[in-house]
């Protein structure tokens, strides 16, 4: 059972404009969520990241959102860039007392046009 | 500072040869990964060392084994390679601590098998 899951394999938006990328998660042991940013024939890196004990992390054009009571996070890109384009995983850490293992969801392919 | 580092970047196999993928990462981490990436399934975790000496099944353990020959490598074996793991493997390293779960990935290789 897939307990990180990025419903949406794709988004396009314009230059400019908001990306938002969902997440929804089903473990509730999860306390740890991460972003990573994959550009092809690289390997991914880390974005942003936020902790259950908060529901907002900002830096810069990324805000990542927490919603515990929906088991759902989402990363807001705004402006939206170009070079924003990029396959987006959302991964969560924590279930089970592990803290070493990232649950990693399918990925979004996230373009913006120019 | 190299960060990860992967070798080789690609290779090709024919089904029954065997290899072994080295991963080394100089940022002095306590954990090593080992993930392989398909298209449309995101990142599964083939194997884990949370610790120099010790080393854990991930999700899709199935075909390889690992060795942590040190803190600073990590390799991961295919004994007789199938077609199935045609596939793009990532290495990773993290120093796990409260609300600290980054990994740190390297660029991957990519290996067909034939």
């Known amino acids: 059972d897939q307990q990180v899951k990025q419903n949406s394999p794709s988004l396009s938006v314009q230059e400019g404009r908001i990306s938002i990328l969902n997440c929804d998660y089903t473990n509730s042991m999860f306390d740890y969520f991460l972003w990573y940013k994959k550009y092809p024939a690289e390997g991914p890196t880390f974005l942003i990241s936020?902790?259950?004990?908060?529901d907002k992390n900002e830096d810069g054009r990324f805000t990542v959102f927490l919603n515990k009571s929906a088991k759902h996070l989402s990363l807001h890109i705004v402006p939206s860039q170009p070079g924003d384009s990029a396959v987006y995983f959302c991964a969560a850490s924590g279930g089970g007392g592990s803290n070493y293992k990232l649950t990693f969801g399918k990925g979004t392919l996230l373009t913006v046009n120019p | 500072n190299a960060g990860v580092t992967q070798t080789p970047k690609f290779q090709v196999l024919k089904t029954g040869q065997s290899m072994t993928l080295q991963c080394a990462q100089d940022?002095?981490?306590?954990?090593m990964y080992w993930y392989r990436q398909d298209p449309g399934m995101g990142l599964r975790l083939i194997y884990y060392s949370a610790s120099e000496g010790t080393t854990d099944k991930g999700e899709v353990p199935n075909g390889y084994n690992v060795s942590r020959l040190n803190k600073r490598e990590f390799s991961l074996r295919l004994e007789s390679a199938a077609p199935s793991q045609t596939s793009v493997y990532f290495c990773?390293?993290?120093?796990?601590?409260?609300?600290?779960?980054?990994?740190?990935f390297g660029p991957g290789t990519r290996l067909t098998v034939t």
């Open positions: 990773a390293s993290s120093e796990p601590g409260r609300f600290s779960y980054e990994q740190y």
């Open positions: 940022m002095n981490h306590n954990s």
């Open positions: 936020i902790s259950s004990i908060k």
